[in-house]
């Protein structure tokens, strides 16, 4: 497609998140992407700039490469609607909802789809829980994360009261909501997302407790596996319940979908990212690889959405 019609582009990285340094990795990333084919795009950091000036400098669309709190919650989309500027992803609902764990939870268990059992504190409440009969509720192990964050950020392992109420204590460093997750021992797969459509299913494997930090950003151990393993049944039934998962929420434009499978073959979705990671280990570009795109296409792809709202 011709590249004209994009016009000059913001590629909005950084922010004032605590997922600050990814973001900016993968502002970069997109940013050559789409310099590499030709589109008239340049670096836009919020935490450095007016949002107005978008709008001073000729701006005429938004790439988000924004992650966690202030992009990808919804608060900087709503922000680009009262500016009329088109950007890339989801709008407020679908990221606001995306990035809430808790509520995002909520909506697929109203509608039948499949997550671990789960239960949320209040940062108030840390003080008053009774860890064991937390713990026996939700079957001895659990994860605890805050409720709206993103990378692993805040996340621990606890299968007993003293590394509950650490965990507890370590999540509400970041969120005055925490979810408290039943653990579940199994496989970890993620499902990119592209314009409404489910690609190609990664399986990871890493070393780690689960796929922490470090795993995503820093580990030379985690293992991606596309094709995921699994059997042309499998594929499509996981593809399927990922683009349901997406669409409940709200969402749309590109996301990823996290999922793991217990040894009972069961799927657990765990959670929606409205504005996944782009840097150089980043799982949508790999599985957009997978299907045939790279990275500069996938890029495109994505920026091409905002010509249609």
Known sequence: MSTNGFGKVAVMLGGISAERDVSLKSGMAVLKGLVAKGIDAHAFDPAAHNLQELVDDGFE?????????????????????????????SGVLGCALGMDKVRCKQIWHSLGLPTANWRMV????IEHVNANTLLLELGGRVIVKPAREGSSIGMSRADNEHSLAAALKYAAEFDDDILVEQWIEGAEYTIGILEGRALPVIRLQTPHEF???????????????????LSDEDEAKLRGLAERAFAAIGADGWGRIDVM????????????????????KSLVPMAAKADGLSFNDLVERILAQTLER
């Open 261 to 280: 499978r217990n040894s009972r073959g069961d799927w657990f979705l765990l959670e929606a990212n409205t504005v996944p990671g782009m840097t150089e």
């Open 122 to 125: 209040t940062q108030a409440d």
């Open 211 to 229: 796929y922490d930090f470090d795993a995503k950003y820093q580990a030379n151990d985690t293992q991606y596996h596309c094709p995921a393993g």
């Open 61 to 89: 669309r938004v790439f988000i490469a924004l992650h966690g709190r202030g992009g990808e919650d919804g608060s900087m989309q709503g922000a680009l609607q009262t500016l009329e500027m088109p950007y890339t992803g």
